[in-house]
């Protein structure tokens, strides 16, 4: 399982949104709009993707 990859990507802007959301948006490696990071298929991931699922989309 730790060889799973899942592309994550932010199509909507953080603008307005909780701290803490726009923190774990970060923490998942995500900057600007339309950027897009490779992470490892985890559970703290996939928790994280969870939290903010309204602002990311995810593929693989």
Known sequence: MADKKIKVTLFKSIIG????HRATVRGLG???LNSSAL????????????????LVKCEG
């Open 17 to 20: 949104t909780k701290q803490s």
């Open 30 to 32: 995500l900057r600007r």
């Open 39 to 54: 992470l490892e298929d985890t559970p703290a991931v996939r928790g994280m993707i969870n939290k903010v699922a309204y």
